[in-house]
């Protein structure tokens, strides 16, 4: 998977309206930032977040779910998942 194809699905993701015709459910959210971490960071590397943090500690656990996914991979699942979708 090129960076160039992963960079241009993020672009469409984060261009996504609120209201649009397209609506990732809160699920695929979660796919999408724990993918895009993964291939922009690597492993989950901050500790997770305190228990009244709840977006917090479930975008944590989504990025340390796929811990050990080499960032090739999680940008393919990336754009894999935004075919998906759309």
Do not use: C
């Not at 930032?33 to 901050?46: C, E, H, P, R």
């Amino acid at each position: 998977m090129s960076e160039s194809k992963f960079n241009k699905a993020v672009e469409i993701i984060q261009a996504l309206p609120k209201e649009g015709p397209i609506k990732p459910s809160q699920d695929d959210q979660l796919f999408f930032y724990s993918y895009f971490k993964q291939a922009t960071i690597g492993d989950v590397n901050t500790t997770r977040p305190g228990m009244l943090d709840f977006v917090g500690k479930a975008k944590w656990d989504a990025w340390n779910k796929v811990k050990g996914t080499s960032k090739e991979d999680a940008r393919q699942k990336y754009v894999d998942k935004l075919l998906e979708v759309h």
